[in-house]
């Protein structure tokens, strides 16, 4: 059974860094072509993909937050850590990790945690 | 950057049958896949790879894409069925790009 887990703070203050991490169970990221990766969503608003991690350690991020993001992996823990630098109040969203495999769909969800920026 | 756009809104009648597109530069020449989200709930994989639905995902829910289109189509709508649906690719950066979300009503 393939479950996810994000855990961080529910509020941040402008400026500050958030630190997200992503606890998993059900599958490794050590097995090829296996991805875990961050998408958020402001409320209200549609899904907005952050960055991906695969099973060889090769990072992708969105390329208009590519300057605040670093996503890392500790494969003993079973965990992705998600950093977002220099946070704002329009960063305040749903955050969501999940899994994917190169090139397939995002077929599990965590529940995602809300993260509120503020001012 | 590549942009995948979706109509805001679509209206079904219960029974009918919704059809829900997702557009983008060349989309065909790539795998779209498809979510439904419902308020309060995290999105759920309901079309990958164009047209094949994962296991537990009623048959009513199909897809196709060519040219410059996507399309989910839902067959015989359910109140169930009314939910938020977002398309999504992976571009040449190993990204993904999702649309922009379309609020399927079933009225």
């Known amino acids: 059974q393939v479950t996810l887990r994000e855990s961080g703070p529910a509020l941040v203050k402008l400026t500050q860094t958030l630190t997200l991490t992503c606890t998993f169970s059900?599958?490794?990221?050590?097995?090829?072509?296996?991805?875990v990766t961050w998408i958020r969503q402001p409320p209200g608003k549609a899904l907005e993909w952050l960055a991906l991690?695969?099973?060889?350690?090769?990072?992708y991020y969105n390329t208009s937050l590519k300057t605040r993001l670093t996503i890392s992996k500790d494969t003993s823990k079973n965990q992705v850590v998600l950093t977002m630098a220099d946070m704002d109040p329009v960063d305040t969203a749903t955050y969501y990790c999940?899994?994917?495999?190169?090139?397939?769909?995002?077929?599990?969800w965590g529940q995602g945690t809300l993260v509120t920026v503020s001012p | 950057s590549y942009e995948l756009t979706q109509p805001p809104s679509v209206s079904v009648s219960p029974g009918q049958t919704a059809s829900i597109t997702c557009s983008g530069d060349k989309l065909g020449d790539t795998y779209a896949y498809w979510y439904q989200q419902k308020p309060g709930q995290s999105p759920v994989l309901v079309i990958y790879q164009d047209d094949k639905r994962p296991s537990g995902i009623p048959d009513r829910f199909s897809g196709s894409n060519s040219g410059n289109t996507a399309t989910l189509t839902i067959s015989g709508t359910q109140a169930m069925d009314e939910a938020d649906y977002y398309c999504?690719?992976?571009?040449?950066?190993?990204?993904?790009?999702f649309g922009g979300g379309t609020k399927l009503t079933v009225l």
């Open positions: 991690i695969d099973w060889d350690d090769d990072k």
């Open positions: 059900g599958f490794s990221l050590t097995t090829r072509a296996m991805c």
């Open positions: 999940a899994r994917t495999s190169a090139g397939s769909g995002v077929d599990y």
């Open positions: 999504q690719k992976w571009d040449s950066s190993a990204a993904l790009v």
